[in-house]
C-alpha cells in the first residue's frame, strides 16, 4: 500500500512565528501532493495543490503568502504557516496520489498560543 | 446546495446491526466516488471506491451507487463497536481534486 508520512504529528507554537510542516510519501514518488485544514467537527477543507516543480495551487480564500507550499522533490512537499496566529490551530493533513487513489499522511495537530 | 452532502448524524447501530450511510452529490458529471473512515483525532483511511452504478462489495463493506440520482451509499454488515468513526464522502472533481461531504458520525452500542 501508500504510505504518506508527516512530520511533525503535532507543534505548540507562539503567536507571530513560523511553522514547517513536512509530508513524504516513503514508497512511492508522487508528483502531486495535497494539503487540506480540518477544524474540530468539521469536514476536510482542501488548501492547496502542490505540484513537485511547480508553484502551488491554492483553493479560494486560502492566502498564498500565509501558507507558503514548496514540493521540491518526487517524495517531499513542505506547508510553512507564517507568522501563525490562534486562528490558524488547526488540524493539517497532506496526501498524494498513488494508483488514482488520495492516500492521507496521519496529520499535524497545530496550536498557537 | 452543497457539492456533496451527508447526514452529519450521529447515527447509532447496535453492534451485529448493518449500519447504512448515504450521500448525495450535485455534479451529474462526477465519475468517481470514494468512502473514507476517521476515528478522532486521526487522518482518513480509505475503505472504498466505486466508480460504477450498481453495489462493490469488500469484507464487511458494501458501496452502492446510483448516478441517475446522484447518489452513493455505504453498508457496514455486522457491525462492531470498533467501526464506530466518522465516514467522510468524497467525490472527484476533475481530475484529481475531492470535495468531502461534512461527514456522518457512526457510533455502535454493544
Known amino acids: 500500500g501508500a504510505v504518506v508520512s508527516q512530520h511533525p504529528s503535532w507543534v505548540i507554537c507562539k503567536s507571530g512565528t513560523s511553522v514547517k510542516i513536512e509530508c513524504r510519501s516513503l514508497d512511492f514518488q508522487a508528483t502531486t501532493m495535497f494539503w487540506y485544514r480540518q477544524f474540530p467537527k468539521q469536514s476536510l477543507m482542501l488548501m492547496a495543490t502542490s505540484n513537485e516543480g511547480s508553484k502551488a495551487t491554492y483553493e479560494q480564500g486560502v492566502e498564498k503568502d500565509k501558507f507558503l507550499i514548496n514540493h521540491a522533490s518526487l517524495t517531499l512537499s513542505t506547508l510553512t504557516v507564517t507568522s501563525a496566529h490562534p486562528e490558524d490551530s488547526s488540524f493539517y493533513i497532506c496526501s498524494a496520489i498513488f494508483v488514482g487513489r488520495q492516500y492521507f499522511g496521519p496529520g499535524t495537530r497545530l496550536t498557537v498560543l | 446546495q452543497k457539492e456533496v452532502e451527508q447526514n452529519s448524524g450521529p447515527l447509532s447501530v447496535p453492534e451485529g446491526a448493518i449500519a447504512s450511510l448515504n450521500c448525495t452529490y450535485s455534479d451529474r458529471g462526477s465519475q468517481s466516488f470514494f468512502w473514507y473512515r476517521q476515528y478522532s483525532g486521526k487522518s482518513p483511511e480509505l475503505i472504498m471506491f466505486?466508480?460504477?452504478?450498481g453495489d462493490k462489495e469488500d469484507g464487511r463493506f458494501t458501496a452502492q451507487l446510483n448516478k441517475a440520482s446522484q447518489y452513493v451509499s455505504l453498508l457496514i454488515r455486522d457491525s462492531q463497536p470498533s467501526d464506530s468513526a466518522t465516514y467522510l464522502c468524497?467525490?472527484?472533481?476533475?481530475?484529481?481534486?475531492?470535495?468531502f461531504g461534512q461527514g456522518t458520525r457512526l457510533t455502535i452500542n454493544p
Open positions: 468524497a467525490v472527484l472533481q476533475g481530475a484529481q481534486k475531492l470535495v
Open positions: 466505486i466508480y460504477s452504478n
